[in-house]
């Protein structure tokens, strides 16, 4: 999978990149055929913004984002945004609430 960083306003250390990178990846295991992905990180006064879009095939693009102080927090709120929706995505039984029952 492809991955293209792009910074707004901004200067991104590798080690963030690599971060990022290694987020994807995990997140990208449960999709079978990830085709690329665009992180872009931009910066606007004290605020901290983090977008990621993900293209795979068979399926819809999914887009999340992650705002904070930082670089750090922004990228694990977008991550965890995009995990939930790839979750969605795929129907994991684990977490679509099917288990609970009502009496």
Do not use: C, W
């Not at 997140?27 to 983090?50: E, K, M």
């Amino acid at each position: 999978m492809e991955v293209l960083f792009q910074a707004h306003n901004a200067v991104i250390s590798d080690r963030m990149k690599d971060r990022a990178a290694r987020g994807l990846q995990k997140i990208v295991r449960r999709l079978n055929r990830a085709v690329d992905a665009t992180v872009r990180f931009n910066q606007d006064g004290p605020r901290r913004r983090v977008e990621i879009k993900l293209h795979a095939a068979g399926h819809r693009n999914l887009v999340a984002e992650g705002e904070s102080r930082y670089y750090g927090p922004a990228l694990n709120t977008a991550l965890t945004h995009l995990e939930s929706q790839v979750v969605r995505t795929k129907g994991d039984s684990k977490h679509d609430g099917r288990g609970l029952s009502r009496a």
